[in-house]
């Protein structure tokens, strides 16, 4: 039996990677696409025997990883960015295949992103010094120790844009690593560690498994030989994620979902605020960082309306490979399911849709806006992870960080105004890990990433990221 499926035309192996070795499973799940659900293909169903082998792995490889001279691990981390380069088309199709976001977006944004993951913080590990400072005439001097094997578990919706984001930091750290992909999307995973062998990644430094949520994870985030773990995706998952790896106090780094504000003032640049607006679309609204609920000044919410809901119309929704196409598909039948479940629950408590709250034909959901939403409401207070945004109106500064700030969540907000110091006065009022002023997206990947409160636990990027995934160790030295 062969292992290599095609994929739009490019060989995926669809076994387990494991110390330098495909590895099979007795099982397999099939992997659908969400374009036109197509079967793909049927992907290694692993288990608590291969997420041990996988950690076995990891752990033989790591005193030698750990070992390598940081100028040579930054060497093959621009290696492995060299081959996310070199089969870059291949890597954007197979991902539009496989999840269903725009073919455009992964050619011109994600995996030059992914590629630049690795650069980086190849990059960023060689300028990481502490500066040596000095106590009663002995020295502190503070390093950066690898930490060990990590366990990483990465949703869909960016599939390998989140794992790189997690990936490069840990490699480059000198830790060994298990990732694990989500089962909705497995493919570019399995890409990655063809390119990784490629570049010269010794064997078990970085182990790819595929499986079911909790069927693999369990075993992955319980085991002790785990030194960290890193997880994107949903708040239920977390927590089990949490329980599971409190018996052995394995650090836990927490990126998870959010229900973020976009605040327009009424001095605004109206337009601006609009386009901000409508970009809440993207993804078909599968974005952690997504702006969900418009907070909108009284005095200009109904020609804002008005203006966002001219230009929604104006979205073009469809196959996620044609260039034209906004808006592509939702990841899954359950996910479609999940979404409408929320809307009509919204529209039978008397939401009112303006535009959108309906299901298209295929795996598609119409952009949504709905109004008259109350603030404790479900369609208020809980993540869609859909084309669905509701607004809010509000009379003045305290109301609207009053709405702003109440949710369980705190992953980032987002402002349009005129009026520098109101977002001053405003930003120091808001409980987000990310606040953008008259701009949405924009990252560099230096600046600290994360939530608080529901939306996560800890911050990754630039040093934070190197913070977490190694062990900080201060020698102190006599005179
Ligand atoms: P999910 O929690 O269902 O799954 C995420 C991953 O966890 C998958 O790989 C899954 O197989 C795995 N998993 C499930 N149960 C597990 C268990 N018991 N042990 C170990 N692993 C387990 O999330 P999802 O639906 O794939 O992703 C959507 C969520 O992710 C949304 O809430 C979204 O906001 C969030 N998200 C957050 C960020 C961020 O950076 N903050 C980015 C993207 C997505």
Redo the contacts with the bound molecule.
Sequence with gaps: MTHKTLVAGVAVDTRHWIGGERVASADTFTDVSPVDGTELAEIARGGPAEAAAAVAAAKAAFPGWAATPRAERARVLHAIADGVEKRLEDLAIVETTDNGALLRSHRRGVMPRVAHNFRFFADWLLTLEHEDFETRGHTNHVTWDPAGPCVL??????PLM?ATWKVAPALAAGDTVVL????WSPLTASLLADIAAEAGLPAGVLNVVQG???EI??A??SHPDVRRISF???VP?AR??TA?AADNLTPVSL????KSPLLVFADADLDLAVDLAVEQYDNAGQV?LAATRLLVEETVAEEFTRRFVDKAARLTQGDPRDEATDIGPNIHERQLEKIDGFVQRAVAAGARAVTGGFRLDGQYYAPTLLTDVAQDSEIVQE?V?GPVLTLQTFTDEDEAVRLANDTRFG?AATLATGDRARADRVTERLVAGTVWVNCFFVRDLKAPFG?SRH??VGREGGTWSFDFYCDLKNTVTAP
Excluded: H, Q, V, Y
């Design positions: 578990i990465t949703p869909w919706n960016a989140l694990k992909p989500a089962e079911l949520g909790a994870g369990d992955l985030t994107t995706g949903s998952t089990r994620i599971s990126e998870l979902g959010g952690c993540e992870f992953l939530g939306s996560g």
